[in-house]
């Protein structure tokens, strides 16, 4: 791919394409209503849409800044964190914190900025969406010390341990910001090839679900709009994928891989609960998550939650 300059194998099914817009059709006003449907569609299916330069403005005394923040061996935080209902950063050390504020404009200004572009990019989605957290990522992710289930550099489907989605699904828009590196991914199946054989295997689509006792009250509980603090069984089977997923010292090894390389001040955007990644090597970057509903979805019947309803019968969400 001359847009992502590399792929280590040539796609094919069940393997993750890369789309390329380039920066003047996707700036255009006139981005037609088809051609968005066509996006939303690509992005669900597992493909990645890929602009070689970013749509969202951001400042060079922006950039400085960003780009002039350390990293240090006290803390090794994934990123900076942006939490738009709150207008509240978080991720920061106790030595950070005079920076807070300056941090806060400038991911509080990519979040809008972000989202003004999405809403017309992908029309089918804009207003139905909801706006997760923004990110910062200043941390070199090539050698980075994490804990196994925290490390980007093995294949994984995302799932928040602590903000289920219950059933939305994950979107994520990213920007890198590093002024000579590119941001190196790997990607491997799409959920919708690997997803259905990991159900299968060892009943753990049955296991997230509970129990058909635990499944009734659940049921119950929905019906009558009554509190239910039980994790939604899609959540929990997802970060039971996860888990297992980098766990797998066999499969990280010998599972069919495309490798991709997003050059300096380029954009991407991906479904990242339906796209199996790993982030090998990059710094600088910035991210807007988004969870997108069921409801807006073009295709339905191919989200992770879809999938796992029709191989497990019943509803997984809460």
Wanted: charged share 25%; net charge positive; hydrophobic share 40%.
């Amino acid at each position: 791919m001359s847009s992502s300059k590399a792929s280590a194998v040539t796609p094919g099914p069940g393997l993750s394409r890369l789309l390329t817009v380039d920066d003047s059709f996707a700036g255009s006003q006139n981005f037609s209503a088809d051609r968005a449907r066509h996006l939303c569609g690509e992005l669900e299916a597992g493909h990645i849409v890929f602009l070689p330069v970013p749509p969202v403005a951001i400042s060079q005394e922006d950039r400085a800044l960003l780009l002039g923040r350390k990293q240090t061996s006290s803390a090794y935080h994934k990123n900076i964190a942006y939490r738009p209902a709150e207008d509240r950063i978080t991720g920061l050390d106790a030595s950070e914190q005079a920076e807070a504020d300056s941090l806060r404009r400038i991911l509080r200004e990519f979040s809008k900025r972000s989202v003004e572009f999405l809403t017309g990019f992908l029309a089918p989605y804009a207003g139905k969406w909801k706006l997760d957290y923004a990110s910062y990522r200043p941390i070199e992710e090539e050698g980075r010390p994490a804990r196994l289930h925290a490390r980007n550099d093995l294949l994984h489907f995302d799932s928040f341990p602590t903000r289920p989605t219950n059933g939305a699904r994950i979107f994520r828009f990213f920007v890198n910001l590093n002024p000579t590196k590119s941001r190196v991914w790997l990607t491997s199946e799409t959920f919708e090839a690997f997803g259905p054989r990991f159900a299968h295997a060892g009943n753990l689509l049955e296991k997230a679900g509970g129990n058909q006792l635990t499944r009734g009250i659940r049921f119950l509980a929905r019906t009558l709009h009554l509190p239910f603090s039980s994790r939604p069984p899609y959540d929990e089977f997802m970060r039971r994928c996860h888990n297992a997923m980098k766990e797998d010292a066999a499969f990280q090894e010998n599972t069919l891989k495309n490798r991709w390389e997003f050059p300096p001040h380029s954009a991407w955007m991906v479904f990242t609960d339906c796209v199996s990644h790993a982030v090998l090597s990059g710094q600088y970057a910035l991210e807007q998550t988004f969870q997108i509903p069921q409801a807006a979805l073009v295709a339905p019947q191919k989200s992770p939650l879809a999938l796992l309803e029709k191989i497990g019968g019943h509803p997984l969400t809460l």
